[in-house]
């Protein structure tokens, strides 16, 4: 189908170049017409008339064409084409960067968090180490003490 859809579009193309080259044909001839001795208005007409009618078959063609070429490039379907599809896929790669990126972004955060959970969770136990030493301080200035108390009664 997307064989004969071309084919199509080159014949039209190709329809189009010869009308241009019969609109430079009534022209040269109505130019002609014009450089003589005694030019003949009929004719000068006939090949104005011509050229005109062939402008804007011409006109109407290309205009025809430039239609079809404005939905292929503006992600009409149509046989043929792959530019919808390159399209999706295009946009398909920025959003999974943009997902990669962001996936990069939390891991990072996350390490970041677990590194201030292990300083918290460090800190902490260096203070329980602290309160324990003092704690079992405690029990021995008592012994000590009463120790002492017990020497200085004797």
């Given amino acids: 189908m997307e ?49 005109l009618k062939s402008l804007e078959n011409v006109e109407t063609s290309v205009s025809k064409q430039l239609q079809y070429l404005s939905k292929v490039s503006t992600l009409h379907p149509h046989e043929g084409s792959c530019y919808a599809s390159n399209k999706v896929k295009q946009m398909s790669n920025q959003r999974l960067e943009l997902v990669r990126s962001r996936l990069n972004e939390l891991e990072h955060i996350k390490i970041q968090h677990q590194m201030q959970i292990q300083k918290f969770q460090n800190s902490r136990a260096q203070k329980m180490d602290v309160q324990d030493e003092a704690t079992n301080m405690k029990p021995q200035q008592q012994q000590q003490s009463s120790v002492q108390v017990k020497s200085e009664t004797n």
Avoid: C, H, W
Avoid at 32 to 49: A, H, L, R
């Fill in 3 to 51: 064989s004969s859809n071309s084919n199509e579009r080159m014949r039209i193309l190709d329809q189009i170049e010869s009308n241009v080259y019969q609109i430079m044909t009534f022209a040269t001839q109505a130019l002609n017409e014009f450089g003589k001795d005694k030019p003949s208005i009929k004719n000068v007409e006939s090949q104005v008339n011509q050229f």
